[in-house]
């Protein structure tokens, strides 16, 4: 299939391809929108500007201004992968990372045989031909540095994309530093759900920042894995359910635990913080957003937004346009640790 203009790949977790595309039909219908294999969608007659200008939820990674590579061999692989670092960066020193991985790696954060061959044997050639690259190169992805990523489709086929730190600013967290948009969050036993590592994602993702000495109110809070990292964090934390908190958050005093119905409580005086877990369907938790928001009773939230069935797009795009009115920044994902959900976050 041939493409008019620039081509962008979004790569999704299994079987979100449809909530990708109606997403990106919705916000962008002029443009030209194709699956290309499970879990990769491409995107032509876009600019990155507007195709960035909100988030995009439903995909994991970006790779902007992506080429086409056809190879028959790893050799022909990383030949390429060469010509186009050359022509990219010809002399100069700028720091780079590379990614290279299958679709999904994007669901599991592992990094198939092929992949990890390319990557290697590109490191080789490196040493053998351009020293100041192989110099260059990071194993950690800074937002200073350029971001290689390489796509395999099949053993031979795949894409390339070279993002500039600029690039990557202006994609916020479309392009993620994480390989495959993967955010790994090590296992803890201390927490009382597994429901922490959604959070802990969104603070790695998002970069939210959860100061010593903030105040918080959790709704939906009970088990308490929420309530357990933003007191982690140093925040004192109102925690809000029907269910009361298990394990030794119950038992902390830096949270405060009251039986109530999530859609009615609100603190005496705004807060730092809303986070928000409650089950229930996207116009009920917008209730809560269009609340928390338009009343200032929070200056932050990180809000998960939970579907029953397909995810409601039109719902979700309702929302963010909401967020776009009347936030000073906003961002939103469905994170690798969400199930059936979309996690916000945002400042009022
Ligand atoms: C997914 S769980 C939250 C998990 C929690 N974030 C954690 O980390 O342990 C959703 C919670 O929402 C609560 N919930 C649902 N409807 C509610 C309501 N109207 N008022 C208060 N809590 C509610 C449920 O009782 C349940 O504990």
Not at 34 to 45: R, W
Request: hydrophobic share 40%; proline share 5%.
């Amino acid at each position: 299939m041939r493409y008019e203009g620039s081509l962008h790949i979004c790569v999704t977790r299994r079987e979100q391809e449809e909530f990708l595309k109606q997403e990106l039909a919705l916000r962008l219908p002029g443009s030209q929108c194709n699956e290309l294999a499970p879990q990769v969608v491409a995107l032509a007659g876009a600019s990155l500007e507007d195709l960035t200008s909100f988030p995009l939820f439903f995909s994991s990674q970006l790779l902007p201004n992506a080429l086409s590579i056809e190879a028959q061999s790893i050799s022909v692989w990383t030949t390429t992968i060469l010509t186009h670092l050359r022509d990219s960066f010809g002399d100069s020193v700028t720091p780079w990372s590379l990614h290279v991985f299958e679709p999904l790696s994007a669901e599991t954060g592992e990094i198939y045989a092929r992949a990890e061959l390319i990557k290697q044997e590109l490191r080789l050639l490196l040493k053998q031909k351009r020293r100041s690259l192989i110099r260059s190169l990071q194993d950690t992805c800074s937002p200073e540095c350029a971001l290689i990523q390489v796509l395999l489709i099949s053993k031979t086929s795949g894409y390339i994309s070279i993002s500039t730190p600029t690039e990557r600013a202006l994609c916020r967290a479309a392009v993620s530093r994480h390989e495959a948009g993967f955010c790994p969050i090590p296992e803890d036993k201390s927490p009382p759900s597994r429901a922490f590592k959604k959070l802990r994602e969104a603070i790695e993702v998002f970069g939210l920042s959860i100061g010593k000495g903030s105040t918080a109110v959790d709704l939906g809070a009970s088990p308490g894995g929420w309530t357990h990292v933003l007191v982690e964090h140093g925040a004192t934390v109102a925690a809000i359910d029907r269910s009361p908190l298990e394990g030794a958050i119950a038992r902390d005093s830096r949270a405060t635990f009251t039986q109530g119905n999530a859609f009615t409580w609100i603190p005496s005086e705004s807060v730092d913080w809303l986070v928000c877990d409650v089950i229930t369907t996207p116009d009920r938790t917008f209730e809560i957003l269009r609340k928390w928001i338009g009343e200032r009773i929070c200056r932050n939230f990180c809000v998960t937004i939970k579907f029953k069935g397909d995810p409601d797009v039109q719902a979700l795009l309702h929302i963010g346009r909401f967020l776009s009115e009347h936030t000073t920044w906003w961002d939103g994902r469905q994170l690798s640790h969400n199930k059936n959900e979309v996690t916000v976050v945002g400042k009022v």
